[in-house]
């Protein structure tokens, strides 16, 4: 049998096309086929990625399409959907999005497409759950990018500071995708050692922390106040997400993910490290936070839970 190795992008403005540029560069994937609803932006996006692959890595099929290609894909991407806007935040564009979610849905799964959904479209925790929905699909086989970016983000603040590789900085970024979203200092490391006894050990305290997780969450508004946009960020984070899935990994990767009893809490997706393979979420882990980091999920998720009845009404 064949291994396909393909992957269908239902949106190519810049945060699909940068994950697409970086599946480019990375290999890995023998097939990238463009969906939007300009026809001639895919064509021409799939053209001019094409045109660069005689220096890429490996060989790839790259070419525009419409729905019937996510038949025999193993992931679908949607990045569809309007963008966030200066002074607008991610729950903001809610009801606008969640129609844009359930019409390409529909028609995704109308193709007979049997893969595993990735969704990168804000308020990205809610599209998730509004994809999952319409589609029926098994919860572990639909995933939100979630907080991937924003984890990102505070391993390289903190390598920064510390002057030391965000590859060897363990740390998660949890809840929403947005403002209520934070840092879990409790299960933060540096190699093996404690971030917080590092910290320590420099003579900073828990303001420095406080501080670096601030700029996180306020990162993408200043990014859209000085650019409208961020994408390279969240692209590198996808085509990572991608391939996790593509090559049965089994790493661990904050996203959005559907929790049933985890952390106290059920029916929703939210920012949590999970395990990724090839049949999507395959296990979540459940960490055992302190009583202040359990008070900041329980706001986050109580955030999430209320937009839900919007979507809930739409679906």
């Known amino acids: 049998m064949v291994d396909k190795r393909k992957v269908v992008l239902v949106g190519t403005g810049f945060v699909g096309m940068s994950m697409a540029y970086a599946l480019e560069n990375q290999g890995g994937v023998n097939e990238l086929v463009l969906i939007d609803v300009l026809k001639e932006k895919a064509e021409g996006e799939a053209m001019d990625l094409a045109h660069g692959l005689a220096y890429a890595p490996n060989r790839m099929d790259i070419r525009s399409g419409d729905y019937e290609e996510c038949k025999d894909a193993d992931i679908v991407v949607i990045s569809a959907g309007f963008n966030q806007k200066p002074g607008q935040t991610r729950l903001d564009l809610l009801k606008i999005n969640a129609e844009i979610m359930k019409e390409i849905t529909e028609k995704v799964v ?3 497409f049997k893969g595993i959904f990735v969704i990168a479209s804000n308020p990205v925790d809610l599209m998730t759950y509004t994809v999952q929905k319409v589609s029926n699909f098994p919860t572990e086989r639909v995933i939100g990018s979630g907080t991937i970016l ?11 500071e510390l002057e030391i590789s965000p590859k060897n900085i363990h740390t998660y970024i949890m809840g929403e995708h947005g403002d209520s979203s934070f840092a879990v200092w409790s299960h933060s490391y540096v190699g093996c050692k404690p971030l917080t006894s590092i910290v320590r050990d420099r003579g900073k ?13 306020n990162s993408a508004y200043e990014i859209i106040e000085k650019k409208r946009a961020t994408y390279y960020g969240i692209g ?11 090559n049965n990994e089994n ?8 929790i049933n009893g985890h952390y106290n809490h059920s029916g929703l997706y939210i920012g949590v ?11 979540i882990l459940n960490l055992r936070l302190t009583p202040e980091e359990q008070e900041k999920f329980d706001y986050s998720f109580s955030i999430l839970d209320e937009m839900k009845n ?3 009404k739409k679906i």
């Open 110 to 112: 109308k193709s007979g």
């Open 273 to 283: 490290p999970a395990v990724i393979s090839n049949q999507g979420i395959k296990d």
């Open 310 to 312: 919007e979507i809930d």
């Open 251 to 258: 790493s661990i990767t904050t996203v959005s993910t559907y």
């Open 205 to 217: 305290g828990q303001d420095f922390l406080d501080n670096l997780c601030k700029k996180v969450q």
């Open 150 to 160: 924003d984890t990102s983000r505070l391993r390289y603040l903190i390598g920064v």
């Open 236 to 246: 590198l984070g996808l085509a990572k997400l991608v391939k996790s899935i593509i």
